[in-house]
Structures are given as C-alpha cells and as structure tokens.
C-alpha cells in the first residue's frame, strides 16, 4: 500500500489480498490486484493527490471537496447533465464550478458550457 493510506484502507488491502489467495484468483498477482482495488476506491473518495495537485501549491478549487459544490452529485454527471443544471445558478456557483472543472476533469464540454 502507497505510504498515507489510512489504517481503513490498508485493512481492506490485506482482506483483499487474503481472499484473492484463498480463492486461488490472480495467481502470484493477488497484492498487485488488491492494492489496484484499495487505490481506486481511494481515488473515487478523492483520498489521493493527482500530479497536478503535487506540482502546484495549494488552490482553492483543489482544495474544494466535490460536496462543496453548488450541483449535487456534480462529478458523477455527464456533460449533458450538467448543461441541463446550469439555467438557475448564479456568476459566483459557475465560477466555481468552472474552477473546479479546470481543475479536476477539464472536460471541454462542460467548460464550454461554463464560459471558459
């Protein structure tokens, strides 16, 4: 397991692990399969740093959590979804979320759409 995973992670690495060589799955692969897993699950919690967060010093749309944004669910949606959410929301909540776009996803579409 990466160093900083938290005790949580690390008991899910090992359970992981464990039942992959009891069940004979991913012979002689079962640590490489389980630390995927564990690190994917991290990721999608926004428990890791990606690159461009390690490059630069801290910016408050890397900092924001996904909860912190005006649309519910925001990183789950599609480009079209998000189109359709944007009609009530004010300059503030779109520069937001075009930060946090730009910063994370930077899916044209949805930057189009922000007026980027």
Known sequence: MPVGASPKREREFRK????FRQEG???GREDEVA?????KQRAQAG???TAHERENTSSPALDAPASDLPIAGYQHL???QIRDKLGGLSASQLRRLR????????RKGVL????A
């Open 16 to 19: 992981l692990e464990k039942e």
């Open 35 to 39: 630390a995927r897993i564990v690190n």
């Open 112 to 115: 189009q759409a922000l007026g």
């Open 78 to 80: 599609t480009v079209a």
């Open 25 to 27: 799955r991913y012979p």
């Open 99 to 106: 930060d946090y776009e730009a910063a994370h996803k930077k």
């Open 47 to 49: 428990e890791t740093r």
